[in-house]
């Protein structure tokens, strides 16, 4: 029987509609469906009580051989998938509930006709990498779990005062960066918070790394794109016993002085793109690339 998983959190109970519309055509097709075990309320009671369902929690009892996992809400929902999805292989679809929506791209009120696109092949696969840490002294988020979609970054805590980084670049020193922090990107993650900081987009089909200051003290920073298999060292500096450190959106609290490797991670996760919804027709409606009135 074919496979699917539905994980989705927390939204206005309106939104679901354009949800459940997904999961009925998903039954008609005999679709075995998986659902979040962690939702405040059973999926029936927001969905259909006609839905027979399974429940996971995470990696070990999600099904490996699901054909289609589908996230609906924002891209932090996705984020939060990644650390489920890992290095399985099953094919993401981003059903966007939430706000700007880069990884979900595809308006709820659209996900009906693009799960259709997708039962009839209308469609691709694209393979994003991503980016690991490691330390000879701390573990970080555990073994299975330091990885990144988006980004690695290294922030002051409890205190206005700067920080400072130094940065290898394959065990050769590249500079030291005195700012607020400093952002590893990938090229998934060029379109969030380092854009934000003034970093370069980067295609999803590229093999980068950005490393990007965040408001830095020195006015020759300037963001930085290199190949992601570079090996990457980061040494924070401080006047406080610690920093943030955080992959994506989980954060920690980890002791200045720590030696934190970054390297590609050995895995990579796969999106399925509809045609309609390109990376580039999504920076241009995303970011209102164009709309200019000299371009009417």
Same mark, same amino acid.
């Given at each position: 029987?074919?496979?699917?998983?539905?994980?989705?959190?927390?939204?206005?109970?309106?939104?679901?509609?354009?949800?459940?519309?997904?999961?009925?055509?998903?039954?008609?097709?005999?679709?075995?469906?998986?659902?979040?075990?962690?939702?405040?309320?059973?999926?029936?009671?927001?969905?259909?009580?006609?839905?027979?369902?399974?429940?996971?929690?995470?990696?070990? $009892?999600?099904?490996?051989?699901? *054909?289609?996992?589908? @996230? /609906?809400?924002? +891209? =932090?929902? #996705?984020?939060?998938?990644? !650390?489920?999805?890992?290095?399985?292989?099953?094919?993401?679809?981003?059903?966007?509930?939430?706000?700007?929506?880069?990884?979900?791209?595809?308006?709820?009120?659209?996900?009906?006709?693009?799960?259709?696109?997708?039962?009839?092949?209308?469609?691709?696969?694209?393979?994003?990498?991503?980016?690991?840490?490691?330390?000879?002294?701390?573990?970080?988020?555990?073994?299975?779990?330091?990885?990144?979609?988006?980004?690695?970054?290294?922030?002051?805590?409890?205190?206005?005062?700067?920080?400072?980084? $130094?940065?290898?670049?394959?065990? *050769?020193?590249?500079? @030291? /960066?005195?700012? +607020? =922090?400093? #952002?590893?990107?990938?090229? !998934?993650?060029?379109?969030?918070?380092?854009?934000?900081?003034?970093?370069?987009?980067?295609?999803?089909?590229?093999?980068?790394?950005?490393?990007?200051?965040?408001?830095?003290?020195?006015?020759?920073?300037?963001?930085?794109?290199?190949?992601?298999?570079?090996?990457?060292?980061?040494?924070?500096?401080?006047?406080?016993?610690?920093?943030?450190?955080?992959?994506?959106?989980?954060?920690?609290?980890?002791?200045?002085?720590?030696?934190?490797?970054?390297?590609?991670?050995?895995?990579?996760?796969?999106?399925?793109?509809?045609?309609?919804?390109?990376?580039?027709?999504?920076?241009?409606?995303?970011?209102?690339?164009?709309?200019?009135?000299?371009?009417?």
């Amino acid at each position: 029987m074919k496979k699917a998983i539905v994980y989705f959190r927390y939204h206005k109970t309106r939104d679901y509609r354009y949800l459940a519309e997904v999961v009925e055509l998903l039954c008609q097709e005999k679709y075995l469906l998986y659902f979040p075990g962690d939702l405040p309320e059973k999926p029936t009671k927001i969905l259909s009580k006609k839905i027979k369902y399974r429940s996971f929690t995470d990696y070990d $009892d999600m099904p490996k051989d699901a *054909e289609l996992f589908i @996230t /609906y809400g924002g +891209d =932090g929902t #996705i984020l939060r998938a990644a !650390t489920i999805i890992r290095g399985s292989g099953i094919p993401i679809l981003g059903i966007n509930a939430g706000r700007l929506g880069f990884l979900a791209y595809i308006p709820k009120e659209n996900a009906l006709t693009a799960i259709r696109k997708y039962l009839k092949g209308d469609y691709y696969l694209q393979a994003r990498s991503l980016l690991s840490i490691s330390s000879n002294t701390h573990e970080f988020f555990g073994k299975n779990l330091n990885f990144a979609l988006n980004e690695l970054t290294i922030s002051r805590k409890n205190t206005t005062s700067m920080i400072n980084v $130094d940065v290898y670049i394959n065990e *050769e020193f590249l500079s @030291t /960066y005195w700012a +607020d =922090g400093l #952002i590893v990107s990938t090229p !998934t993650g060029s379109t969030g918070y380092s854009m934000s900081c003034g970093g370069p987009i980067l295609t999803p089909d590229t093999h980068d790394f950005i490393i990007n200051a965040i408001a830095p003290h020195n006015l020759t920073v300037r963001p930085l794109v290199l190949p992601n298999h570079n090996h990457i060292k980061l040494i924070p500096h401080g006047r406080e016993n610690e920093f943030l450190l955080s992959l994506d959106s989980r954060v920690m609290s980890v002791p200045f002085g720590t030696e934190i490797e970054v390297f590609k991670a050995p895995f990579k996760l796969n999106f399925i793109q509809i045609n309609e919804y390109t990376f580039i027709k999504t920076l241009r409606r995303k970011l209102f690339w164009g709309y200019d009135n000299r371009n009417t």
